[in-house]
Structure formats: C-alpha cells, structure tokens
T-cell receptor, first 115, second 115 residues
Framework: AQSVTQLGSHVSVSEGALVLLRCNYSSSVPPYLFWYVQYPNQGLQLLLKYTSAATLVKGINGFEAEFKKSETSFHLTKPSAHMSDAAEYFCAVSDKGGATNKLIFGTGTLLAVQP | DVKVTQSSRYLVKRTGEKVFLECVQDMDHENMFWYRQDPGLGLRLIYFSYDVKMKEKGDIPEGYSVSREKKERFSLILESASTNQTSMYLC??????????????FGPGTRLTVL
C-alpha cells in the first residue's frame, strides 16, 4: 500500500529565505506524487505533480520538487519565500490499488513566513 | 477553468439531524470525491464515485452515505449527525482520462459544526 509522510507539521521561515517542505513516500510500485497548497479558508490547489517524466518538477508560484527514488523523497522547495506563501501544504500519492485515482494525503505542513 | 462548488461554506446542525452536503462540478468530470479534513490528520477519503449512480467506500465511510444521480452533482449525506462529525468537508473531481496521473480539483470546503 502507498503512503506519504510529511516531516514537520509547522515550518517557519523568514521572507526571502529558502523554503523546504519534506515529503517521503512508501510505495511498492513507481509512484505518482502531488503537492497541493491550501490557503486560509480555501480548498486545495495543485502546485505540481510527478508522473515519471522529469525528476525535477516545476510548479506554480516558483515552487519545485525533486523526485529521488534512492531516498523515497519528493521534497518541495522555493528559493525565496514570500509572505503570500503562508499556507498549508499537502503531499499526496496516487493509490494505484484501484481503478480510480484515489489520493493518499500526508498530514500537512503549515508554513509561516515571518517579515 | 475547472470549477467545483459546494452548497455551503459554513453549516451548523444539531445532533441527530440528517445533513446534506452538495457538490457540483462544471467540467464533465467522471470522478468525484468526498474528503474530511481534521487538524493533524490531513485529508481522509469518505466516498468516491467514478460514474453516475456508482460509488465506492473510502477509508472512513461509517456514518455517511452518498448519492450521484447526475454526472455533475455528488451529495454527501450524514444520516444522523453526531458531534464527532464536526469537521471540514472537501469535495473534489477529476477527469478520469489519465488514470493515476489525473489531477483532482477541489471545492472551497464546507465547515460543519454539529452541536
């Protein structure tokens, strides 16, 4: 069965600093991986996804993530944090056990950006 | 742009009431999903549907049922609301054309409080 683990339920960075949000996956088959962002009082929005093409995936708002099979990781990064990046971020893996793309979500990381 | 709408942003109900949460998508998507989101637990799948009148249980279906009479509409029903069903409920849809690589598109969520 597939699963994801997000290390750090809360991360705080200064404006302009590097953002690094960690996600490790567990999967017996090649995974499809997603990062979603949830701004306050809103639904989830796709940031980026890995579907076995390039291992470095670029997303919206300057975010990117690198798929590392040897480390079973898919960490999310942004070189320079902006105040508008404050949100909750969810990593998810597609559950390949059924016919439909069920997603299995991590527990989320709340990112705070300090001025 | 894909739009997923949910009938209410905030809802307050009493224990024992029957509660209906409605979700509508406007992109002719095949698949629709209901999740609940709780702090520290991430998103957990309640039910999903891959076709009209078809439904499958997710990870936490107890106390819930669903209905999909039309392709664009997916309803979540709490037969007899209980306080432990106080949560944020998120609806999502996906095209059904790319299998496990499909992106799920989320509505804004309904925050349900059961007193």
């Amino acid at each position: 069965a597939q699963s994801v683990t997000q290390l750090g339920s809360h991360v705080s960075v200064s404006e302009g600093a590097l953002v690094l949000l960690r996600c490790n996956y567990s999967s017996s088959v090649p995974p499809y991986l997603f990062w979603y962002v949830q701004y306050p009082n809103q639904g989830l929005q796709l940031l980026l996804k890995y579907t076995s093409a390039a291992t470095l995936v670029k997303g919206i708002n300057g975010f990117e993530a690198e798929f590392k099979k040897s480390e079973t990781s898919f960490h999310l990064t942004k070189p320079s944090a902006h105040m508008s990046d404050a949100a909750e971020y969810f990593c998810a893996v597609s559950d390949k056990g059924g016919a439909t793309n069920k997603l299995i979500f991590g527990t989320g990381t709340l990112l705070a950006v300090q001025p | 742009d894909v739009k997923v709408t949910q009938s209410s942003r905030y809802l307050v109900k009493r224990t024992g009431e029957k509660v209906f949460l409605e979700c509508v998508q406007d992109m002719d998507h095949e698949n629709m999903f209901w999740y609940r989101q709780d702090p520290g637990l991430g998103l957990r799948l309640i039910y999903f549907s891959y076709d009209v009148k078809m439904k499958e249980k997710g990870d936490i279906p107890e106390g819930y049922s669903v209905s999909r009479e039309k392709k664009e509409r997916f309803s979540l029903i709490l037969e007899s609301a209980s306080t432990n069903q106080t949560s944020m409920y998120l609806c999502a849809s996906s095209p059904g054309t790319s299998g496990y690589r499909d992106t799920q598109y989320f509505g804004p969520g309904t925050r349900l409080t059961v007193l």
